[in-house]
């Protein structure tokens, strides 16, 4: 069998283990007994932990130092873990099992825990979009992905939030067993039959804040007008304000400039589009902004490391 473990502590999240949990133990139902996967709870300080929500969880094994051989490795995210100092012996844990491991990662923040165990250093990684800026600056050896739902730099996995890590848990799977079987799982589960790695987490009416700010204003105006050429000029004039103050100002309030978030629209817009329409690349990077389907190629190449036609394809494949 192939053994999971999943580290989890206190104020763990705890839909970051229950969901990949479940995606495990689902896809043991369609194995025989001895090629499934073995899931153990793994603490590093006390056996009873209670979870962010109140819920009660309690793990399989206190680590006491010994040696650990998994096939794959994964710790969990928790609310308070962007904010709190290294836990020594969780870091410790993670050092040994990244060793022993065949693949070991991280579930929503706690891409943290590694990043505290020196594991992110010079690696492509991702996390919870809302936690993402942060961890590039705590960790600026890291190379963050802001937009990713999940990333596999070799042997090291890191998924984005909360249900991405259900995601990656599929991704695994398949892995394993292949796309037919995580799909048989992902069904029985009702849920999205697998987002790609590549598919954007960001969602500009996710960030965009909703207080009728100027910024907000202009925000609200990109959705609403994503077609335009939407310069800073032209966004300077919807806030009533200079370009050089409301540049300052936006940067400020939304932490990225006018133009990435203008491109970031671009791109869920365009994501949006391909994921529920047959209209062709060139219409939608029209009506996207791009103004031509070469110019949505190159973005999304860069943005989400994908074409837009074999972003269609993929998403079409499930």
């Not at 970051?16 to 995606?23: L, T």
């Not at 979870?51 to 399989?60: E, P, Q, R, V, Y």
């Not at 190379?143 to 890590?165: H, K, M, N, P």
């Not at 860069?302 to 993929?314: E, K, L, N, W």
Request: hydrophobic share 45%; net charge negative.
């Amino acid at each position: 069998m192939q053994t999971v473990a999943i580290a989890i502590f206190p104020d763990v999240q705890a839909l970051d283990v229950a969901g990949p949990a479940d995606v495990f133990a689902e896809a043991n139902s369609f194995l025989p007994h001895d090629a499934g996967y073995k899931l153990e709870l793994v603490s590093t300080g006390e056996a009873h932990i209670r979870a962010s929500n109140g819920t009660h969880l309690f793990a399989d094994r206190v680590w006491d130092g010994s040696v650990d051989r998994y096939h794959t490795a994964l710790v969990a995210g928790g609310p308070l873990l962007p904010s709190q100092p290294a836990d020594a012996r969780l870091c410790a844990w993670l050092v040994e099992v990244a060793s022993q491991s065949e693949r070991y990662g991280s579930i929503c923040t706690g891409a943290f825990a590694l990043g505290h165990a020196g594991l992110l250093d010079h690696r492509n990684v991702t996390t919870h979009w809302q936690n993402a800026r942060q961890l590039a600056q705590q960790f600026p050896l890291s190379r963050v992905d802001f937009d990713r739902i999940y990333i596999r730099d070799e042997r090291l996995l890191t998924s984005a939030g909360v249900t991405a890590g259900i995601d990656l848990a599929l991704a695994l799977v398949a892995e394993d067993h292949g796309a037919a079987l995580a799909l048989q799982v992902a069904k029985r589960l009702v849920v999205y039959a697998q987002r790609r790695g590549g598919q954007s987490q960001f969602s500009p009416y996710l960030s965009a804040p909703v207080d009728g700010s100027p910024i907000a204003t202009v925000q609200n105006y990109v959705m609403e007008h994503i077609a335009n050429p939407l310069t800073v000029e032209e966004l300077a004039k919807v806030a009533g304000m200079s370009t050089r103050s409301f540049a300052r100002a936006f940067a400020e309030s939304a932490e990225i400039t006018p133009h990435e978030f203008v491109e970031r629209a671009r791109v869920d817009a365009a994501r949006r589009a391909l994921e529920s329409s047959e209209a062709p690349l060139k219409t939608i990077a029209y009506e996207c902004g791009f103004g031509n389907a070469d110019r949505m190629r190159l973005v999304f190449a860069r943005r989400i490391g994908v074409s837009p036609a074999d972003y269609r394809a993929s998403f079409r494949a499930q």
